[in-house]
């Protein structure tokens, strides 16, 4: 594996299953120190034991990212573990409800946006101006093709990933002439523990949305992360990047 992130610190949210994880696991093998953040304790930690016995360094830190005091005190645990940080994939997230906009609970509405996209700004507060003292850095937000297309009885996930692009564009604007390059990436349906509920007639629906003819595996997102995470995307910044099987294509 290429020695992308000799000597940098990575911090993942959302890392202790699917996407996250598989970003922490290829963080870890190009060489960084990985925070792996989760609010989920068992996810995070054996992420983290993945890491140590693939040789990697990688130390678990909780946090809910729906909360903006959690999220300063996970840049400080960074600092205090690592002294410094790098790298940043924003990626927690959930489903949210399921419904149409008239039926859907205000309260339902609300989780998601917190969880989804009032996380990205609150983990791009702290995390920016620690990143401005180290002299630059490179953050990822997980959006998703829904960032860019609706997607019936999903009004709060898609009004939250598109607010997600936005904030990410703002980034990238503000702080691009600082040294720091702010990207999101959005993925197709990806086969991860975030569609277990799905019933199969429902997964079988999903596919049929993406030309390629199958749902995108985690690792397949982990390394357009990596890329843009890497100094090979250095005049790649306030962009939205898909990996979805041609979804948004036709
Ligand atoms: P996943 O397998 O469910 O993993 C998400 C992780 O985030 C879980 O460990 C979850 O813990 C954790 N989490 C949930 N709420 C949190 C919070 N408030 N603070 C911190 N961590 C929290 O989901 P995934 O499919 O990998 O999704 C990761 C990201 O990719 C999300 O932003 C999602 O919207 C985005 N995405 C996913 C797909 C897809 O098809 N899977 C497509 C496009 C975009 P628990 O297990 O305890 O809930």
Same mark, same amino acid.
Request: glycine share 12%.
């Given at each position: 594996? $290429?020695q992308?992130?000799?000597?940098?610190? *990575?911090? =993942?949210? +959302?890392?202790?299953?699917?996407?996250?994880?598989?970003v922490a !696991?290829l963080?870890?093998? &190009?060489? *960084?120190?990985?925070? =792996?953040?989760?609010?989920?304790?068992?996810?995070?930690?054996?992420?983290?034991e993945?890491?140590?016995?693939?040789?990697?360094?990688?130390?678990?830190?909780?946090?809910?990212?729906?909360?903006?005091?959690? &999220?300063?005190?996970?840049?400080?645990?960074t600092?205090?573990?690592?002294?410094? @940080?790098?790298?940043? &994939?924003?990626?927690?997230?959930?489903?949210?409800?399921?419904?149409?906009?008239?039926?859907?609970? =205000?309260?339902?509405?609300?989780?998601?946006? *917190?969880?989804?996209?009032?996380? =990205?700004?609150?983990?791009?507060?702290?995390? @920016?101006?620690?990143?401005?003292?180290n002299?630059?850095? *490179?953050?990822?937000?997980?959006?998703?093709?829904?960032?860019?297309v609706?997607?019936?009885?999903s009004?709060?996930?898609?009004?939250a990933?598109? +607010?997600?692009?936005?904030?990410?564009?703002?980034?990238?604007?503000?702080?691009?002439?600082?040294?720091i390059?702010?990207?999101?990436? +959005?993925?197709?349906?990806?086969?991860?523990?975030?569609?277990?509920?799905?019933?199969?007639?429902?997964?079988?629906?999903?596919?049929?949305?993406?030309?390629i003819g199958?749902?995108?595996?985690?690792?397949?997102?982990? $390394?357009?992360?990596i890329?843009?995470?890497?100094?090979?995307?250095?005049f !790649?910044?306030?962009?939205?990047?898909?990996?979805?099987?041609?979804?948004?294509?036709?």
């Amino acid at each position: 594996m $290429e020695q992308l992130f000799t000597g940098k610190v *990575a911090l =993942v949210t +959302g890392a202790g299953s699917g996407i996250g994880e598989a970003v922490a !696991v290829l963080y870890a093998a &190009c060489g *960084a120190k990985v925070i =792996v953040s989760d609010v989920n304790e068992k996810g995070g930690n054996s992420t983290v034991e993945a890491i140590r016995k693939a040789g990697g360094d990688a130390q678990f830190e909780k946090c809910d990212v729906s909360r903006p005091a959690e &999220c300063e005190q996970l840049v400080k645990a960074t600092l205090k573990h690592y002294g410094r @940080l790098d790298i940043a &994939c924003n990626n927690a997230g959930i489903g949210g409800e399921q419904n149409l906009i008239a039926d859907m609970s =205000v309260e339902g509405f609300d989780k998601v946006i *917190a969880v989804n996209l009032a996380s =990205v700004f609150y983990c791009m507060k702290y995390q @920016l101006p620690v990143m401005l003292k180290n002299g630059g850095g *490179a953050i990822v937000n997980m959006a998703s093709i829904l960032g860019q297309v609706g997607f019936a009885h999903s009004a709060g996930y898609v009004a939250a990933k598109h +607010g997600v692009v936005g904030l990410t564009q703002n980034a990238g604007i503000e702080y691009s002439s600082q040294g720091i390059r702010v990207n999101a990436v +959005g993925p197709g349906f990806i086969d991860t523990p975030l569609l277990k509920e799905a019933p199969p007639e429902m997964k079988a629906a999903l596919v049929s949305k993406h030309p390629i003819g199958r749902l995108g595996r985690s690792e397949e997102v982990a $390394e357009l992360v990596i890329w843009l995470s890497s100094d090979k995307a250095s005049f !790649v910044t306030g962009a939205y990047y898909p990996v979805d099987g041609a979804y948004l294509a036709p």
